[in-house]
């Protein structure tokens, strides 16, 4: 079965703090994992792709398929990254998405 | 126009009423999906339109009613809610076949309430 794990409701650090958001998936074929922010008062809309394998706002993300995990990171977190964040998982034309990490930064 | 514009933002009923949320694209998108979200909770998938066709119904009651009139357009008729209904609904639009690989676009929600 599809499924995404956000071990994290609440994720804490203070500014300049290295910031590491976890999702772990299990899909019985190639997964496709993307992750979504929802900032306070706005769309949810898409933060990255993994097959891009960008940088966005300084947040990358790495397939592990050993681990079956696509964690996000930031090495510097800035008081304007504060929103919900959902990792997804696409496959069979739906979108599966996790249960999603707060992420407060603190001054 | 990159923006998924759902209508009206807010929405109450009552258990009898009947009523109607849209959801309206044009960036030439052909699939097309409705969410529901609680509070504090991801969004779940309900419906997913391809080229104007249903093509999947995650179980949702026959109260939800969807429609896709064209191309741009999408619909989610409500009848005989109940209050556990109350959430906020979520339209996204995405190229068809790219669901895996490209990027859906949401919109703002419609937030209903059932009394």
């Known amino acids: 079965a599809q499924r995404v794990t956000q071990p994290e409701k609440l994720l804490s650090v203070f500014k300049g703090a290295p910031v590491e958001l976890k999702c772990n998936y299990s899909?019985?074929?190639?997964?496709?994992l993307f992750w979504y922010v929802q900032y306070s008062r706005q769309r949810l809309q898409l933060l990255l792709r993994?097959?891009s394998r960008e940088s966005i706002k300084g947040f990358t993300a790495d397939l592990n398929k050993g681990e079956t995990s696509f964690h996000l990171k930031k090495p510097f977190a800035q008081e304007e990254d504060s929103a919900m964040y959902y990792c997804?998982?696409?496959?069979?034309?739906?979108?599966?998405f996790g249960s999603g990490t707060k992420l407060n930064v603190k001054p | 126009d990159t923006e998924v514009t759902q209508t009206p933002k807010h929405l109450v009923m009552g258990m009898t009423n009947k009523k109607s949320l849209k959801c309206e694209q044009h960036m030439g998108h052909r699939a097309m999906y409705w969410y529901k979200q609680k509070a504090k909770k991801p969004p779940e998938l309900m419906f997913v339109?391809?080229?104007?066709?249903?093509?999947i119904n995650e179980s949702v009651p026959s109260r939800f009613s969807p429609e896709c009139p064209n191309s741009s357009l999408l619909n989610l008729h409500l009848h005989a809610l109940q209050p556990e209904d109350s959430a906020l609904y979520l339209c996204?639009?995405?190229?068809?076949?790219?669901?895996?690989?490209?990027?859906?676009?949401f919109g703002e929600g419609s937030r209903l309430t059932v009394l």
């Open positions: 339109y391809s080229y104007e066709k249903l093509s």
């Open positions: 899909y019985s074929g190639s997964p496709e």
């Open positions: 996204a639009s995405s190229q068809v076949g790219t669901a895996n690989t490209g990027e859906l676009f």
């Open positions: 997804a998982l696409a496959g069979f034309n739906k979108f599966y």
């Open positions: 993994h097959i």
